[in-house]
């Protein structure tokens, strides 16, 4: 098939670190293309991938400042639409990974288009939006995701988890007396005081691999540094390389974010270098552990301390066998099938 | 011809009350009508219009915060535009009044769209935009306005000034022993002190019908209050109706606006009424206002207090003659051969 994929144009593709969906788009381009696809990719320039790229210059994020981007990144992410639309005869099929910004050329072409909504829904403007483009196939990255709008009349063609390329966690082994492991952006709603605090009540030693955005300068300075204690390591952001050693040498991954998480590629990280996961009952959660076989599904943070103890009677194999659920390859068999119903259904209309 | 016109939504077309552009589309749209044109109107559904509306609910501005409407907005525009150029084949030209949005759907049809820039181009995003889509013609509504982009390589179809209903005019009286008079939004940029300043200056009571934003809520109360003086009397906002007999009752209008006021509705409403301008000499006040003759263009706020004492030199006809000029005639005239041009010109391509 011919497949455009559309990506945001703050990050390159695959990112150089954080950016799920940018590494979620790179792993899906190249399976397409090594399973025989024709796969083109609208992404910044410094993107790499085996797609065929159209190319939109440096990323956003290095070419402007965050108040600049407020009123011209809507506008070049227009102008890429208008060039992938006005060439859709070209494609089977365009997968975006813009939401929203994408509505309104899926009226405008008789090629369908998906979109994979990679953020929360329960945002009120959304609830006013989305139902005026009811009939535009969906995918969610959870099923708990779609949950915020279940009462809308809206298209769902299925849920496609996030993928990881296992390949790079193959060979690392799990250190079953390691730390404890925090992987994330070192914001509120990620949790990383309940960390914190779980590593002092079990007096064993954390590591934090985090991001700090200019946003959460604050919060870190403020909230979290006063209680990083001797025992707690705060190593900064770290890529794709550096993780699977990360995840391998943590006894276990706690992730105490503390919002709806769409996804959460964290716990599939940490499941594919065998490394259980303690987890608060949120969001997707429930869908990627299963509780007391790779990892552990908790209420509030006593529970997650608790846990702790437990971490033995996980098997870091259940948890590798677990992670291929969620494998780049699983996503790209998941996508592919909406594509061909997606092609099967226009043939049919025609 | 047939002749889609899109508008904002914020407002509806005409406006209750302050609101230049959605009034030059209400015009637009009776006059094009008038003249036996086939016009569909997207605007919001209690707009009165003579041509045919397709329309989006209430206006923007009453249905939503300012805070809603920063994410809400652009989205329920894009819906419009998709409305538009799915049935674009229905219109022989296109005119949006909602300028960079458009760009994008532009791209997506054969039939030719014309953008009014109805705001200031002296923005910094802008620049990196407007030449993204130099082919998409424009129409300016001074020729001042294209100066801050006059090194891009744009298509400018033509300048067509804003254009007024003299009707509502014609009956009033001009009374050159009358107040001094200031319309506008209360803002900083629309110079309400100078006026004041001019006012007391010359000993003579100044009217000012003016538009308090809750953004300028703390400029007006803050900077302007407190220098209203027994002779200065804040009317509040006027309406269409009340209009001209304000002007008429003024012996001059004072318009101190500090920035490059893109066209200026205020001059052509004190002109029509008979009423000379004293203007500061930005923008498009040389465009508008014939020195010595229509009213005085002045370097600065000395200059224009001198102008009052001269004031009896102007001949209201000459004023009210040369508003013809701004007349909605004039301006239906103006976008007619615009369409007209572009339509041969897409025959042509044919």
Known sequence: MRIAQVAPLYEAVPPGAYGGTERVIAALCDRLVAGGHEVTLFAPETSETAAVLQS???????????????????????????????????????????????????RLSDVPTVLTMHGRLDLDFLRDLMPRYGSVPLVSISDDQRLAVADLDLTWAATVYNGLDLSAYAEVQHDSDGYLGFVGRMAEEKGPLAAIEIARRTGLPLRMA???????????????????????????????????????????????SDWPEPFGLVMIE?????????????????????????????????????????????DPEECRRHAEKFSDEAMCRGYTEVYERLARERSARR
């Not at 365009?94 to 929203?100: E, K, N, P, Q, R």
């Not at 700090?212 to 794709?240: R, S, T, W």
């Not at 594919?272 to 552990?296: H, Q, Y």
């Open 56 to 106: 939109y210059g440096e990323p956003l994020r290095t070419r402007f400042s965050a108040e600049e981007l407020v009123n011209l990144a809507p506008h070049l992410h227009l102008e890429m639409f208008a060039d992938v639309y006005e060439r859709s005869e070209d494609f089977d099929v365009v997968h975006s990974h813009l939401d929203i910004w994408t509505f309104p050329f899926t």
């Open 210 to 256: 985090a991001k700090v955005d200019p946003l959460d300068e604050e919060y870190y300075e403020q909230e979290v540094k006063p209680h990083m204690e001797p025992d707690v390591a705060f190593i900064g952001e770290i890529d794709e390389l550096q993780k699977p050693e990360f995840y391998a040498g943590a006894r276990a991954t706690l992730f105490p």
């Open 270 to 314: 940490s499941l594919a270098a065998g490394t259980p996961v303690i987890a608060l009952r949120r969001g997707s959660v429930p869908e990627v552990i299963v509780d007391g076989v790779t990892g552990f599904i908790c209420d509030d943070v006593d529970e997650m301390a608790s846990a702790v103890e437990r971490i033995a009677e996980i």
